[in-house]
């Protein structure tokens, strides 16, 4: 399942796009992370309560704010430059 | 040499002369139903007040967001070189220089010699601009003028949780029926803003000397929010809602130089 | 066989229990349970098939109003709370379903209801609530594969078009015939923010547009800005819109038009169809089921 945690507004979309197939809940990206914005989750699938990395529910309308030091735009987010199965990315367009 | 420049906003029309480096005189107005009169009163006010006549002027610039006509046969310019020239003007060691204005904010990066490397703006989103907090002093029914101070009074921040000018107001509403102090539903207002302009700069990074312009420049509550988020210290220019249309003026003033050499 | 309450509100608050299908001690009777934050939805299964269904308003008290519906589902039915194998509670009040034996995201409940109701072939659903617009992309068994929410800007949103039926003064259920009530349709309004989008309204105003005009040129932009969400899950038909934004036929049609895809039609409730409104509920129900097999090795 892919999740896409943020938001469109008039500014732009800032998105955190977790592949929930790919992540194995390692949790690298959530130490890396700066602002606290990730966690290690239990997310329900096929099922089961799979433990994968999630945004925090109150960071989820903040992502433009809370992430823009990262310059996630860049590829440069700790978070995603330390995913070894490329389950975690940013998409951030600003306009 | 005897310069003019003008900013015409969404909202308002201003209006800046100088001679060489000096501002001789500065008028805003309403835009109102129509922006081209309203531009001419302005100027002709502004020229009055200066105690000089429209032949004394060199050249015309304009600049601002809705600058369409091309009156007085004047040279448009980009909002965000007009603001890094201000903002070099009154602080010459400036290299981020911010403008939040009612409708709109952007920053704008500046090298050693005060020249524009990068800039980053938000027009599309309220809840970025003073129209924010505008629509939050409607909710809190506190004068806009008040805000500010009201919000220094303050020890702690209210949690607000809406990042919509819209969802904004209900959240508002839903705090003072709480009975939370105003104060605090104040600070968190500008909490809330000073949050979205910050992560705008941080595209562009925090450079010290860090300049802010605008509307917002004047709003105390505001500059406390953004001082405390940035963690810099956040220098205030002279007449700071006028830097659009001084830097439009020093623009045409050096380009006349230019060309006169 | 209807029952309804007063309709004082845009929608009744009402019961149902669908006729020819009856229960014993021997089958699974499962309940989804969806607490809105307008309405609160219960849903009734047997054997994994929709038994009743009620609808209520959600009250100031989630815990209240997540009872009250289950109340409602249950008239008629002869069942008991006891009869019940396994609840699942959903939606944004789903943490006060004290009853449930779990809470799970609607999203998953959407998708899986949004199945139920119009068959394996729903692929994309796009649901326009009061304050949010998620986006869901979704197998043929209603496994979600894809999604999103938007819920930090109005635009879009019943709440965006409720700021706009204020400015304008016409009535919300309205506004969606009224934008189609143009000559030619006009260039979307150049800012989906409506804080601005409104300012930029009352100077075309000014200027003589008519309010369907006006209308029609915001309704285009919200619709652009939901396809646009619906296009970064990846659009895959069939598709269907629910939510309350469904009804509105000026955002639905210019949905399609920017998607160039028509969505399926909604089931006549009314007439003995399965009301859209109950489809997180219905989902909820599903993996109640589910669960509860999974729990007993079955």
Partial sequence: MISFYGYTDGSGSYFIVVDSDKCDGCGRCVVQCVNGVLQVAPVFIDLEDKSVVVVRDDCCNKIGYLCAQCRPEENQAPCFLSCSVGAIKCVFDAC | ?261 | MIESNSAFWRWQEYQRVMPNMSWSDKDIVTVGVDVGSVGSKAVVLVNGKIYSWGITRTGSNSPESAAKALDWALKGTGLKQSDIKYVVGTGYGRVNVSFADKALTEIACHAKGANYIWGSGVHTVLDVGGQDIKAIRCDDTGRVTSFLMNDKCAAGTGRGMEVFADLLKIPIEDIGEMSLNVVEEPPAVSCTCVAFAKTEAVGLLRKGWSKEKVLAAYTKAMAVRMSNLIKRVGLEPAFVVTGGQSKNVGIVSRVEVALGVKCLAMPNWREGGLDPMIAGALGAGLFAKALYEKSRGI
Avoid at chain 2, 69 to 96: D, E, Q, W
Avoid at chain 2, 199 to 214: A, D, F, K, Q, W
């Fill in chain 2, 1 to 261: 040499m005897i310069t003019v420049g003008f900013d015409i906003g969404t909202q308002s029309i201003k209006v800046v002369i100088i001679n060489d480096n000096m501002i001789m005189a500065r008028v805003q107005t309403f835009v109102g139903f129509d922006p081209v009169q309203a531009l001419q009163n302005a100027v002709q006010q502004v020229l009055k007040a200066a105690n000089i006549v429209q032949t004394d002027v060199a050249s015309f610039t304009a600049t601002g967001s809705s600058v369409e006509s091309t009156l007085y046969n004047a040279a448009v310019v980009s909002m965000m070189s007009a603001i890094a020239k201000a903002g070099t003007f009154y602080f010459p060691n400036a290299r981020t220089i911010i403008d939040v204005g009612a409708e709109e904010a952007r920053a704008v990066k500046c090298d050693d010699r005060g020249v524009m490397v990068d800039f980053v703006v938000n027009e599309r989103c309220a809840a970025g601009a003073g129209a924010f907090v505008e629509a939050m002093a409607r909710a809190l029914e506190v004068k806009i003028e008040d805000m500010g101070l009201l919000s220094l009074k303050a020890e702690r921040a209210s949690s607000i949780n809406a990042t919509c000018v819209i969802f904004g107001e209900s959240d508002v509403v839903s705090l003072i029926h709480k009975q939370e102090p105003k104060s605090e539903i104040a600070r968190a207002v500008y909490d809330a803003m000073a949050d979205r302009v910050s992560s705008m700069i941080y595209r562009i990074g925090v450079n010290p000397e860090v300049v802010l312009v605008g509307g917002g420049a004047k709003d105390v509550g505001f500059v406390a929010s953004l001082k405390r988020k940035l963690g810099v210290d956040v220098l205030i220019a002279e007449f700071p809602e006028y830097a659009g249309a001084l830097g439009a003026a020093l623009i045409g003033l050096a380009k006349c130089k230019v060309s006169k050499n």
